[in-house]
């Protein structure tokens, strides 16, 4: 086993990789399978937990290796067919694998170890994928459920899919058509989030999860001028990430 493997380091005895999310993700998983909802037990939204939880008594160490295998192998599926509209399976293919090479070391701490982005990156790919099919209120559907379910498991990337939603919906035919599309995914996001904050609020007593009321306060998503967050993006990440390398610019 990796050196680094749930159980294998002292002071991380429950944790992946030395990530102390990855303990908390398991400590949740294994709580709803006792079918526990003790907000001392759970941190972050109970959508990526829960698919874990099925297989917490099965495989303990590692309930996440199923779940996050089948949002890998579904996450690869998704953006092939999406390069395929661009490219045809050759090209495509070398792509993939330059892919795979000069990001090696980004994929196997992103796709490898446990990470409730699995979940909304499989989800998002999806939806890109569904925006560009045929046009028609079935597909505007699906892709308002995807949302929904990206809602369960990390609300804020909930967000990109507006944009999709919006490009769906335009396209289709007729403005009858395009209200009710309008109106039955505004519906389905809705529920999903009124959902999910009524789950928070049964579990830990407030409308957000710890982690999201943690990272709107503490982490960046709004703790420091928007101007100083461009500049740590863009030209120099060292103040705050202690990156050696120059930001995008």
């Known amino acids: 086993l990796h050196p680094l493997f749930p159980g294998n380091k002292p002071d991380h005895p429950a944790g992946w990789w030395e990530w102390s999310d990855q303990g908390l993700y398991l400590q949740s998983a294994a709580s709803l399978a006792r079918g526990s909802l003790d907000p001392t037990q759970h941190h972050f939204p109970l959508g990526y937990?829960?698919?874990?939880?099925?297989?917490?008594?099965?495989?303990?160490?590692?309930?996440?290796?199923?779940?996050?295998?089948?949002?890998?192998?579904?996450?690869?599926?998704?953006?092939?067919?999406?390069?395929?509209?661009?490219?045809?399976?050759?090209p495509l293919l070398f792509f993939f694998a330059?892919?795979?090479?000069?990001?090696?070391?980004?994929?196997?701490?992103?796709?490898?170890?446990?990470?409730?982005?699995?979940?909304?990156?499989?989800?998002?790919?999806?939806?890109?994928?569904?925006?560009?099919?045929?046009?028609?209120?079935?597909?505007?559907?699906?892709?308002?459920?995807?949302?929904?379910?990206?809602?369960?498991?990390?609300?804020?990337?909930?967000?990109?899919?507006?944009?999709?939603?919006?490009?769906?919906?335009?396209?289709?035919?007729?403005?009858?058509?395009?209200?009710?599309?309008?109106?039955?995914?505004?519906?389905?996001?809705?529920?999903?989030i009124a959902a999910t904050c009524a789950l928070n609020a049964v579990v830990y007593g407030q409308l957000h999860s710890p982690y999201e009321t943690y990272s709107l306060g503490q982490i960046g998503f709004f703790s420091y001028p928007e101007a100083e967050k461009l500049f740590v993006l863009l030209v120099d990440p060292h103040a705050f990430f202690l990156e050696k390398t120059p930001g995008l610019f």
């Open 98 to 192: 330059c892919f795979v090479v000069s990001h090696a070391s980004l994929l196997s701490k992103t796709n490898v170890i446990p990470w409730n982005t699995l979940a909304t990156q499989c989800a998002l790919l999806a939806g890109v994928f569904t925006a560009l099919q045929p046009a028609c209120f079935r597909n505007t559907l699906l892709l308002s459920l995807t949302a929904g379910f990206t809602c369960f498991v990390r609300p804020a990337d909930c967000l990109p899919f507006a944009p999709l939603l919006v490009f769906s919906v335009l396209r289709l035919s007729s403005w009858k058509e395009r209200l009710l599309a309008a109106a039955g995914g505004l519906a389905v996001v809705s529920a999903a």
């Open 49 to 90: 937990p829960a698919l874990g939880a099925p297989f917490a008594r099965w495989m303990p160490a590692d309930p996440f290796f199923i779940p996050d295998l089948l949002l890998v192998v579904g996450s690869a599926f998704f953006l092939w067919q999406i390069g395929r509209r661009l490219l045809s399976p050759l």
